[in-house]
């Protein structure tokens, strides 16, 4: 199988076996690695991968990187995928393919503090490519990529149009701020309008992405910084 060709800022490092490219890329970050580092595993049943930033703003600000993956994931898969296939995304790093959950962003940083800069910002996307369980029938709301008409989407193609997607909103976000990707992000978001969690109603996120909950006459807010993973 051949490599994935990356873009000139970025450098590909691919794990082998069962490695985590989430895990290994922390580990790399902590010991110095450059950013635009990207960490990535392809096997029969799914593809995994991660990348590392090196933000030069407070971790609530560095954040911002989650929803641009993802959006850049979702432009990349929409682009080689069939037409009718819908690509969707959670709040919480959920991917959706026509409805059901097919994988998950990731993200981790050397600090939780949102006021303070992080050395570094992973983040990482897995993606269900087979599913493996005996009765997949069972599990309506969750899918794989080749189960949904997908099945000419190949592991390397995806990553490398990933990576080109999400360097053309890395560039956008540089020049015009949150605004363009905060309008995208939430026209694919999932579960918009809709309860959440017996806490409230999910009416839209703020400028940094954070969700608002109402509950009643009151509007609260979770951070993005919520998701990071220790």
């Known amino acids: 199988m051949s490599l994935p060709v990356f873009p000139p800022l970025l450098t590909g490092h691919p794990v082998q076996g069962t490695e985590d490219p989430f895990e290994r890329a922390q580990a790399m970050a902590a010991l110095g690695c450059d950013g635009g580092t990207v960490v990535y595993n392809i096997q029969a049943d799914r593809l995994r991968v991660a990348i590392v930033f090196a933000p030069e703003l407070p971790l609530q600000d560095a954040m911002v990187m989650l929803p641009l993956c993802s959006v850049g994931f979702q432009n990349a898969l929409g682009a080689l995928a069939p037409p009718e296939v819908a690509v969707h995304l959670g709040w919480d790093g959920l991917i959706c393919v026509n409805g ?3 994988g ?5 940083a050397s600090t939780g503090d949102p006021e303070q800069e992080p050395d570094w910002l992973v983040i990482g996307w897995e993606l269900a ?3 493996t369980g005996d009765a997949p029938g069972e599990t309506p709301d969750v899918t794989a990529l080749y189960d949904e008409g997908c099945a000419e989407v190949s592991p390397v193609q995806l990553i490398e149009s990933w990576s080109r997607h999400m360097l053309t909103w890395l ?10 990707l905060h309008a995208e992000w939430m ?3 999932q579960g918009v309008g809709e309860p959440i969690e017996d806490t409230g109603v999910f009416v839209g996120t703020d400028e940094r992405f954070g969700m608002l909950i109402r509950d009643g006459a009151d509007t609260r807010l979770r951070p993005l910084t919520d998701v990071l993973e220790n």
Request: charge should be neutral; glycine fraction near 8%; hydrophobic fraction near 45%.
């Open 187 to 189: 026209g694919l978001l």
């Open 100 to 102: 059901a959950k097919c």
């Open 104 to 108: 998950l962003f990731h993200a981790a």
């Open 129 to 131: 490519l087979l599913q």
């Open 171 to 180: 560039n956008r976000w540089q020049e015009d701020g949150n605004a363009p």
